[in-house]
């Protein structure tokens, strides 16, 4: 993979930490609907637009249609190997490859502006790729980068070294709460590493499955640049509550846990 586009030293990565986060102060608050759907109450100062609540179908990519399926840029495609009771809200009928209707609008149109969740490639191609069947004991799997996504240095090695998250600052991430990584708060899609199925909509209080928090308090994490993946260009900021890159013990906290102890707050 190619080195990180500012430097491929940990000082350098170090050093963007004050410009890549956003909102270090949450002093007043203004309300922004999350793709339409929900209300997401965001710090005035944390540099994350809200400029609207609609919610509009996906513009489908050159050479698909947009419109109920079956849609034939969705012909060939192998069955999800599990399925949700109404398949309908997915593109293509199909969960791993998100839902139909994006926001374009708000806090969650901002953050997928100049998304394309296949990159260029047909949905067959994309999930031949990216998806793999023999995974989890045959149950299938993203087939997500090594060293925890993130990018390597000309000699191989995650580019990663620990960093600390101030009180008041910003973070969010795509997902449940069960996972370990999160990004400085209205971070584009494209940056971050992420699939399309991150943003299935799970728990109807978290549309899009967003999560947005304030650190409560000064908690050490493992930041470093995101290699691209999923057609995506990655080359954002990634902070992992532990990582094998940064030589974290095990057992490793994870979001909830972090929640569970007040080191961070919900925001929506």
Known sequence: MKPFRWCASLAAVAGLTSSLLLGSAVSSTASAAVGGEAAVTVSARSGIPATGTGVERAKPQAGQQDRPGPWPVCLGLLPPPYAYADSSRFFCDDWRLGPT???TRGVLGAILNGYHRFGGLTPKEFLNKWWDPAAAFGRGNW???DYDGYELDTTGNPIARHL???????VDRFGNEF???LSPAGARYGERGLPPSNLDTVDPSYPYDYHLYRV????VVCA???APTFEQPGNGVQYVTSSDACGDPTPRPNVAALVADRTLVRLN
Do not use: A, C, E, S
Request: charged content about 20%; proline content about 13%; aromatic content about 8%.
């Open 101 to 103: 209707k994006l926001p």
């Open 164 to 170: 600390t998250l101030h009180q008041g600052q910003l």
């Open 224 to 226: 470093g640049p995101i």
């Open 179 to 181: 996972g370990r990584f």
């Open 143 to 145: 087939r997500y980068p």
């Open 216 to 219: 409560n308090r000064d908690v």
